[in-house]
């Protein structure tokens, strides 16, 4: 049973077909479309800064860090929710899983300068230690979430949403609200400099070989394309689909841990909305909501629009609550372009 060949068309060579305003690509390589809106997108906001602020856009080196600073920490989710998405399945835990884990990170990397440690008997520790306990976590989250949808039948929606509200009540009963500070150096260096965009980048290549060239990408994509056709095949689905979440749940866990070392604190409060900015991203760069379509190089591109998006309007004057209208209008017009071509398939 095992010797069944996959059909192509579930391959990832069929991922990104359906990037926002796909009919740009033509037959020019994958993601070139979505890559021209980004460009697009990055003179927009390079015209109207000139027009409106006398000011380049793209020319800030300060603005610039902060885009792709961004960038990577969405960037990083948005590689295991597009995984997930490819499944048909939807992770909307990630954004408090960053919470959690951040907190937790924070709290094993406090230095012996702390005023009110959490752990007086724990300071001082190695980096590793805070680091694997934050990815540990959300490995663990994650793993709970794929068991409940495989073994209970839980729809993804369900019970990602459960781990969502209980994952940002474990971080604010942790803390009991307050911040966790006073982190050692060698904790926060991994979220210094460009190292958020190295992690990044080196976790967006290592998920792209794997989607591309690996037996998991085939398998998931398989189960994606069409999940009674992959058990018939003899693919162990639930396997597979505990896997997807549980890789979703520490990459949540990085970023959570990249964003604590970061901004040199973790607090319950982090995280918020960030699991839509990943669903936009990956939306955004091709992945379908319909199953067995996505691609990493894609979810980046999304990634870095959503950025520019942020960080564009906020630059020309825009009300932040605006900007969330906007964000979310974006999302719906990328869902409601995947629908429609989805339709046309079939």
Not at 222 to 234: D, E, K, L, Q
Not at 311 to 319: E, L, M, R
């Amino acid at each position: 049973m095992s010797n069944v060949k996959i059909e192509k068309p579930l391959t990832s060579d069929s991922a990104g077909k359906g990037a926002l305003f796909s009919g740009l690509s033509g037959k020019m390589p994958k993601d070139t479309g979505i890559f021209i809106v980004m460009i697009g997108i990055a003179l927009i906001f390079e015209i109207l800064g000139w027009y409106i602020r006398d000011q380049s856009f793209l020319m800030n080196p300060n603005r610039l860090l902060l885009i792709v600073l961004q960038v990577a920490i969405i960037g990083i989710i948005a590689v295991g929710v597009t995984q997930v998405i490819i499944t048909t399945g939807i992770d909307l835990s990630s954004g408090s899983l960053i919470a959690l884990t951040a907190v937790v990170a924070a709290s094993l990397a406090q230095t012996s300068d702390s005023i009110s440690p959490m752990y007086p008997a724990l300071l001082d520790l190695p980096a590793a230690i805070p680091i694997g306990a934050g990815i540990g976590v959300g490995i663990v989250c994650g793993f709970v979430n794929g068991f409940l949808i495989t073994r209970t039948g839980i729809p993804p929606f369900i019970a990602t949403l459960g781990m969502m509200v209980s994952a940002r009540g474990l971080a604010q009963y942790y803390t009991k609200g307050n911040p966790v500070s006073f982190l050692s150096d060698g904790f926060t260096s991994i979220g210094q400099g460009a190292m958020p965009v190295i992690i990044f980048l080196v976790i967006a290549v290592i998920f792209h070989i794997a989607l591309k060239h690996t037996r998991y990408g085939k398998y998931i994509y398989a189960i994606g394309g069409n999940m009674t056709s992959a058990r018939v095949s003899g693919i162990n689905v639930n396997k597979y689909l505990v896997t997807v979440y549980t890789i979703a749940g520490g990459l949540a866990g990085l970023a959570g841990v990249v964003l604590a070392a970061r901004v040199s604190s973790g607090q319950s409060s982090m995280g918020m909305s960030y699991e839509l900015d990943a669903i936009a991203a990956a939306v955004i760069g091709g992945s379908s909501l319909m199953g067995g379509v996505g691609r990493i190089t894609g979810t980046l591109i999304g990634a870095v629009i959503l950025g520019l998006i942020k960080s564009g309007f906020t630059f020309i004057g825009v009300d932040s609550y605006i900007q969330d209208i906007i964000k979310g209008v974006i999302i719906v017009a990328a869902v409601a372009i995947d629908m429609r071509r989805n339709r046309k398939k079939h």
